[in-house]
């Protein structure tokens, strides 16, 4: 029964990352529609859809107990605010030939969840993590120095999601109901916003193309499923086992990026990259030591 669980866990890991990875085939299918208005429909549809599948399956219980804890409210709060900028930054960087910065960012969150964790949790840095660490740090200051230039959007998705896995640790909700919490403080938002353009593209359902409306509809369950997949796969295999796994998205953007559509991969971001890809090496080589040692 436990290895029947150990490979579930697998698979719903391979399915949430790779679902992840290929994500930005469906922005670009949206490439006329801008990245506000994507963002407001992904607020939208997700709340519709997380609020049936609770509907289906139950969990309102749990939504119960949130919403009698005055704190966790105030945390998920903040977790919505945090997860609205990374989609933004995310959307606007596929639609806008930046799926390497995006691909570059999701590459350097293990090393932020390892500094935030040190920095917020306690944890204690190895020798080889701060090794990772460092590589990292100079890759980023090499761009910096030699190129004048910082990876910005790489950065911005890296420390909002960082941030955003923190406080989801710490406020201890499970996947479904903290997003359906997030979705409803920030389904007000999209409504206003909604009202406040009647006549734009957002309520333009009745002259927009079928194949628009169904995408954006879709924008719900682009959302859900892989955050589903990934609650799923981390109740059932060791986070330092999902941490293989971790890769799998941004190395299915870079791949993307590089031979679907064709984004420069010039001597700035190949340095920056080696030296991010070569943190990470160190990063997996001090995963396999420590549970070897376990």
């Known amino acids: 029964m436990l290895d029947s669980e150990y490979r579930k866990g697998i698979v719903f890991a391979i399915c949430a990352y790779t679902l992840w990875g290929f994500a930005p085939l469906y922005f670009k299918l949206l490439g006329q529609v801008s990245a506000t208005e994507i ?3 992904r607020v939208i549809w997700s709340f519709v859809f997380v609020t049936v599948l609770m509907a289906l399956f139950g969990g309102f219980s749990r939504l119960r107990q949130v919403l009698k804890k005055p704190k966790q409210l105030l945390m998920l709060t903040f977790t919505s605010i945090l997860i609205a900028a990374n989609w933004l930054l995310f959307i606007w960087a596929i639609n806008n030939d930046h799926m390497l910065d995006a691909s570059l960012g999701y590459f350097i969150n293990p090393l932020v969840n390892v500094m935030l964790g ?3 949790l306690g944890e204690r840095l190895r020798k080889l993590q ?12 090499v761009q910096l120095i030699s190129f004048g230039s910082i990876p910005l959007v790489s950065l911005g998705l890296a420390c909002s999601f960082g941030l955003y896995g923190l406080l989801r640790k710490k406020v201890n ?18 409504l206003i916003y909604l009202f406040a353009n009647v006549g734009g593209a957002l309520t333009n359902f009745s002259t ?5 409306n169904l995408l ?17 796969s981390a109740v059932r295999i060791p986070l330092s086992v999902m941490g293989f796994f971790q890769y799998l998205g941004p190395s299915i953007m870079f791949i993307l990026a590089i031979s679907l559509y064709g984004e420069p991969f ?9 030296f991010i890809w ?6 997996t080589i001090d995963m396999l030591y420590k549970r070897k040692a376990k």
């Open 266 to 274: 010039d001597l700035e971001k190949g340095i920056t990259f080696l």
């Open 130 to 141: 701060w090794f990772a660490v460092s590589l990292a740090a100079t890759g980023v200051l």
């Open 118 to 120: 040190m920095a917020f």
């Open 278 to 283: 070569g943190a990470l090496v160190v990063f």
């Open 216 to 232: 954006l509809l879709a924008a719900g369950v682009v959302t859900t499923i892989p955050l589903l997949c990934f609650a799923a």
């Open 208 to 212: 927009n193309e079928l194949s628009l």
């Open 173 to 190: 909700v499970d996947a479904k109901t903290g997003l359906l919490v997030e979705t409803a403080i920030l389904f007000p938002v999209a």
């Open 39 to 41: 963002l407001i429909h």
